[in-house]
């Protein structure tokens, strides 16, 4: 419209110029005027011809605008069509699955009644059998599944004994040749120098009386104190020591403690045992959270959460591959900080990656994880920075590394654990098999402790009285030793033993 009212206003003023024009020219008098109207219809034809390109133009313009609109409405109209061809289609499909549905309905209903008719007729011709069956034996059903149960027993004793008297003949024939074999087997079972070291603890005592006091009347002393605290306590011939054996150093120490308190005290009982443990564990606790303190301000890590305070602690009682690992993580804090003031880096995040990159394998829960994995979930549940969470999970490649002490982490922990004599594989694989022993038998319902004794040549099983019965011991047992000959690898043989122990307890007010 703006347009269309332009052109008309330019044709108005052309109208108007050429009426001016001609009044001008009918009064003209003289040649100058002559002049000056002829300047003017030349004036008069530039502004005709200029009015036409303007009109020209203006009506080029509008027609575009008009396609351009037209065009629009075209493909609004196309849209909304293939909208209806798609709307169109999807009901079609719709209704035909719907159809389908109820066709598949009316199929399995049919079915149903079928198999309904025939599970009728089946019961039918089961209960006339059985009506059959008792009239040609002149038996019950009752009468005649307990005689057949009494006559499957009769005969299972009667394979079983047949085949004890053929492998107790059989072992007497091949006695020498299993007794080899036995020999073999210990002489593989024997520790080495490592795990001797790492696996076995001598308290000393002053005289051998002391000995019988330990073991108490009928071994019920030394059974309650290995009980309560996990660790096989051997005493023999050797004089004026007593052996303690466990594969956990903090199991160890609380035994060689507590041991060391009941000796001093002369009550040693089972009850005062129990009592005496308890203490002692608690005692150790707090040690393990006295020597996390006093490292971390050795090293001068400030802001540390509790509990990795802790975990740092529980380090001092664990060694990875014959190393301390207490003292492999400070190693490895200090080379850690060393390296990063060399590169311009912080050497006190450095420091703290590096006391933390192995803190993993104290971990109080199994996640099945990779330990560099499992620390860098403990350092980000602790509130531990990104950088020092990527340096612990990533110093054995599990992860990416994100951040330059990653990389430093990593070369010194292989610097720490490089020196010759630093780390022994055995002593690791030795431990693990023993935590798997542990973890195993605890995974069984109505288990209370287990503990791998004897360098875990046998498996020490405690449940609740309440909760098994003497007659499930013996099939958990089974259980017990059928889940672990499947699922590790072991030299020699694994005894398992559980025990389960009846308490009456009652207070005097």
């Known amino acids: 419209m703006t347009s269309f009212t332009t052109l008309i206003i330019a044709v108005s003023a052309f109208l108007l110029g050429v009426i001016i024009c001609f009044i001008i020219c009918r009064f003209a008098k003289n040649g100058l005027f002559k002049k000056t109207l002829a300047e003017a219809e030349i004036i008069k034809k530039n502004k005709i011809v200029e009015a036409k390109e303007k009109f020209i133009a203006l009506k080029t313009e509008h027609e575009n605008m008009v396609r351009q609109q037209e065009q629009k409405r075209q493909q609004a109209d196309q849209r909304l069509q293939q909208r209806e061809q798609q709307i169109n289609q999807r009901q079609g499909e719709l209704q035909r699955q719907q159809n389908e549905l109820k066709n598949r309905t009316m199929q399995i209903e049919k079915q149903q009644q079928a198999i309904d008719y025939k599970i009728t007729e089946t019961e039918k011709l089961h209960l006339q059998a059985q009506q059959q069956l008792e009239a040609i034996s002149g038996l019950s059903a009752a009468e005649a599944k307990k005689q057949l149960v009494e006559s499957l027993k009769a005969e299972?004793?009667?394979?079983?004994?047949?085949?004890?008297?053929e492998t107790m003949d059989e072992a007497r024939l091949n006695a020498n040749m299993e007794a080899k074999k036995v020999i073999i087997k210990t002489i593989q079972r024997v520790a080495s120098e490592a795990t001797v070291e790492n696996a076995v603890s001598i308290y000393r005592i002053e005289n051998d009386e002391v000995k019988g006091r330990i073991i108490g009347r009928e071994g019920r002393n030394i059974r309650a104190l290995e009980a309560a605290t996990g660790v096989e306590i051997v005493v023999d011939d050797t004089p004026e020591c007593i052996t303690l054996s466990a594969f956990d150093p903090v199991r160890r120490e609380i035994a060689r403690l507590s041991l060391h308190q009941l000796v001093q005290d002369g009550r040693i009982h089972p009850a005062r045992i129990e009592e005496v443990v308890a203490k002692v564990t608690e005692q150790i606790e707090e040690e393990i959270v006295e020597i996390g303190k006093r490292t971390t301000i050795d090293l001068g890590i400030h802001g540390l959460h509790p509990e990795l305070i802790r975990l740092v602690g529980k380090m001092k009682y664990r060694s990875s591959y014959g190393q301390n690992l207490l003292q492999h993580s400070r190693e490895t804090a200090n080379l850690c900080a060393t390296m990063a003031s060399e590169l311009g880096l912080n050497p006190k995040a450095a420091r703290r990656a590096g006391l933390l990159h192995d803190i993993g394998k104290v971990a109080?829960?199994?996640?099945?994880?990779?330990?560099?994995?499992?620390?860098?979930?403990?350092?980000?549940?602790?509130?531990?920075?990104?950088?020092?969470?990527?340096?612990?999970?990533?110093?054995?490649?599990?992860?990416?590394?994100?951040?330059?002490?990653?990389?430093?982490?990593?070369?010194?922990?292989?610097?720490s654990g490089a020196r010759p004599g630093a780390r022994r594989e055995i002593v690791e694989t030795y431990i693990k098999r023993l935590n798997d022993l542990e973890n195993i038998a605890m995974n069984y319902p109505?288990?209370?402790?287990?503990?791998?004794?004897?360098?875990?040549?046998?498996l020490r099983v405690i449940v609740g009285a309440d909760k098994i019965s003497d007659k499930d011991t013996e099939l958990l047992s089974y259980d017990i030793a059928k889940k672990i000959q499947d699922e590790m690898t072991y030299p020699g043989q694994v005894k398992i033993t559980v025990i389960r122990e009846t308490r009456a307890i009652s207070y005097a007010k």
Do not use: W
């Open 156 to 165: 299972a004793r009667t394979e079983a004994m047949s085949f004890i008297n």
């Open 364 to 415: 109080d829960e199994d996640y099945e994880l990779p330990h560099a994995e499992v620390g860098m979930k403990l350092c980000e549940k602790y509130g531990e920075k990104p950088e020092i969470c990527n340096a612990v999970g990533a110093h054995h490649d599990e992860i990416e590394m994100d951040t330059l002490i990653a990389p430093i982490v990593q070369a010194c922990d292989a610097i």
């Open 446 to 458: 109505g288990v209370i402790k287990t503990y791998a004794l004897q360098a875990g040549r046998e």
